[in-house]
């Protein structure tokens, strides 16, 4: 009789060899480019400019803030399979570092052809320009790393991303052109669109639950007005609600915007307080049930902008 | 006459709209004041932006491979601005073993980052306990922190470097201070290791000093533990500090649809509670199996299994297996769990040396010294509640932790409950404020300065803080 323990590592070997050919997607996936994206918002950039030549997926879902996502071995599974990892960069997930360590998979490591930093070339917002530290929030050295809901920083990181792409797939850059350039065409047709909704309320002061949303506020003309947080990622204490309100008061500010995972009904009391609406944005794509696509998300918030300004 | 009506017109017309035209200049000034500051922060964003492009220009060009991308320049002027060209970068290449095998220097990894910064990472942790208790616990020195009972003290203050070395390996180095005995403060390497990231069939090779992946809160630092204090079956089975050996890990993570990770390690076997040979040509050998699955969106559990094989001082073999579960349940849309649940087990089978007892009473021993396995095991499974999803109330959490142990080479065993609250004002600061009750067996062994303990309440204290950078913990 065989002892156990042969048996076992027989059946696991056995599973490990022959689990590959079993994956239902394998067949399907062999000759598409498997791309792994942080962030919802950059698996929507990546399948447009990939279209049906990639296998895009995201780490974190579109209802999760990607600030501290919990580094769960799935992920790892994703990255282990990836050709392709597709980061935020500017430290909003650094978090993919520890996934990229557990999923031993030397395409995507720092620096490899398989890794694309979506915030390179681009204008960073909010760089700090004196020493930082803690007693700031969990503030962000290299800047403000929330770019992707500003369309017009679609067509820098869609060349970032078509560049990992032909880096990869040389032969299917005509392609990855074609999409990049049909998707960049239809962002261009509804930013007049969007400018246009948004153009009475130039100047506006918009108040956040965190500061998210700032490069669309550049975009479009609205200004930052104060955050419900104290600092960043520092819960609001009543002495700064208190100082926001009276603040929101003064300067007439008529709208609070926040996060679906941020605390809703507090910027519900601060908004009724201070006379202003609230109205929910979706900071990425898939954080809200209109938020289907990246133009749906863009649309959805420029809409929900327009409402609550009006 | 006309002319006179003309002017009169003008005058009347220019009178009557003067408070709008008052109201509209302010309305032009503050629009103006705004474009001002708007204009302001582009021109500096713009001027950095241009500086940075220019040291990456620098740097590119000095380089002996050219990067691929080159990238459009950022259109933050008022929309429409979408550019339609593609990068007009050099043919891209497709990636191939020799991508990997280039040499490439470190610095084009951290292209966005300014001159004058480090290379690498770098954060100190502070980890402080405080313990309060009876006094015969304290004169036996019998508490969860031997020699420290009624003290308040510096459990792990750690600085931590860790970062990329090139582009196929990783490195961290850990520093830790701590009292050790009343008031003496022990400076020691906690870990220095490389981790090859680079290598075939999906592998990594780790090595130098480390906490062993055994379990799952051997490779977490105390500071980082979902508890006050050590589970009293790890303190028993691998001492006070953990198993901390020095030799390599080899980790490979199975091509399957789910997670499963398999590690096996060669160490010299330093631990002097569990192994303590010290020597590769007698290894400590470690394997340990690691599995994942998602439970729905909310929910997920890791399941593990570990081996540790070595032997000890007295040259004799010792075998450690380890079992291990952590669930999480985190609903959807919140950012931290609501629910964590975690649990080991460790059996051991060890021989040791068992000195002849003297039966009679005469002062010399009836049967003879002799070798015995001590088939000994124990556990422990706790867990943690964050109620509250959003606003200051989600900073708390409330958990216990229950544990049941005999003792690796003496007789008896000993049981503890220990329930807690915890508080962060923010991620990089915590505070636990604990209870906890152990109840032993026996008495013996747990005697010093004519005193001895068989029940032990404690009241336990611990502040942590964070400063600097942190890597991400795994689930």
Redesign the interface.
Known sequence: MRSPIRVTAIAILALVLGAPGLLPENAAAADKLRVVATTTDLKALTEAVGGDLVDVDSLARGNQNPHDLEVRPSLMVKVRRADLLVVNGLELDLWAEVVVQGANNPKVLPGAPGRVDASEGLLVLEVPTAKVDRSMGDVHPVGNPHYTMDPGMAAQITANILNGLVRLQPQSRPAFEKNRAAFLAAVEQAMGRWAATLAPFKGAKVVQYHPVFVYLFTRFGLVKGGAIEDRPGIPATPGHLSRLIQEMKQERIKLVVVEPWNDVKLAERVAGEAGAKVRVLAPSVGAVKEATSYLDTVDYNVRALADGLR | MRSLVGIGLLSAGVLMSAPAAAQDVEALR??LQ?MRK?FE?MR???E??IDR?GERIQQLETRPQPA??T??????????????T??A?P?????TPL??ARP?QPF??Y???GPGQLLFDMGVAGDFIGNLTQRNVDKANAGTFAGRENRFFPREIELALFG?ID??A?AEVRVEAGEEDQGEIALRLAEANL?L???PF???LKMGQMRNRFGLLNSIHEHDRNFIDAPNVLRWFLGEEGLVERGAEL???????????ALVGVFNGDNEDAFGRGKLSEPLVTGRL?????LG?AG?I?LGASVASGETTERHRNTLLGFDAKY?F?P????H?LITLLGEMIYQIRRVNVLGEDTNGDGVPDTPDQTRVRNRWGWYAGGEVQPF????L??FGAGFRYDWTQYPVMRGREWAVGPFVSFS????LRFRLGYKHTERATRDGFGDNESSARKVDEILFQATFI?GAH?????
Do not use: C, M
Request: proline share 15%; glycine share 6%; aromatic share 12%.
């Open positions: 503050q629009e705004q708007q922060a500096e964003g713009y950095k932006a492009l691929a991308a990238p459009a320049p950022p259109g933050l002027a008022p929309a429409p601005a979408v550019a339609q593609a990068p970068d043919p891209a290449i497709a990636a991508d990997l490439r084009a990894l292209g966005n980052r990329q582009p196929y990783r981790t990231l680079s290598l999906n592998t990594q980790t490979w993570v199975a091509p399957l649809p789910f997670f499963l990770e690691r599995t994942f699955f998602e969106d997920a890791q999480k985190t959807v849309g919140w950012q769990p999803q959003t606003g200051w989600s900073r004002p923010s991620e990089f400063l890597p991400a913990h795994p689930f």
